[in-house]
């Protein structure tokens, strides 16, 4: 017999799933393959306003770890965008990317890629708990072609 705890833990768990699927199904951005990367990505970022610590609760930790771009992902479709390749707003953007340092992370601090017409850089020194009205996410997924 389950304990009260286990029961919680499990339909916490299943709470965890619908809101996934929920998130999904409003998801209005499509998915645009990159050959080059051998991946898919969102074409526009959403999510805007939310800390990670909102992306966390909505689409859990797992997940985000699995489907959040490296910096070096966006740098390159950053480039490809500007050799005229794809359209993906890049040039002016601000998103949520993996966190690739290990001392940041153990810290707790998340990152962040920004660019604009002249300039691109990482953040990695924000707080899980931050949010801006400009920052959003975008995610990506392996795709073999």
Same mark, same amino acid.
């Given at each position: 017999m389950k304990t009260t705890q286990e029961k919680i833990n499990q339909k916490e768990a299943e709470l965890q799933k619908l809101k996934l699927?929920? =998130?999904k199904e409003k998801d209005k951005s499509e998915w645009l393959y990159i050959p080059e990367l051998k991946i898919e990505v969102q074409t526009k970022i959403h999510h805007k306003g939310k800390s990670y610590n909102d992306l966390?609760?909505?689409f859990g930790e797992e997940y985000l770890e699995k489907h959040l771009p490296t910096y070096a992902q966006l740098q390159e479709l950053r480039n490809l965008e500007h050799k005229g390749k794809y359209e993906l707003g890049l040039i002016d953007s601000w998103e949520?990317?993996?966190?690739?340092d290990l001392i940041s992370k153990k810290k707790?601090?998340?990152s962040g890629f920004g660019a604009g017409s002249d300039y691109v850089g990482l953040d990695s020194g924000g707080g899980?708990?931050? =949010?801006y009205s400009d920052l959003g996410v975008r995610f990506i997924r392996s795709k073999s072609k």
């Open positions: 699927q929920l =998130s966390v609760e909505e949520f990317v993996k966190q690739e707790g601090y998340v899980s708990s931050v =949010s």
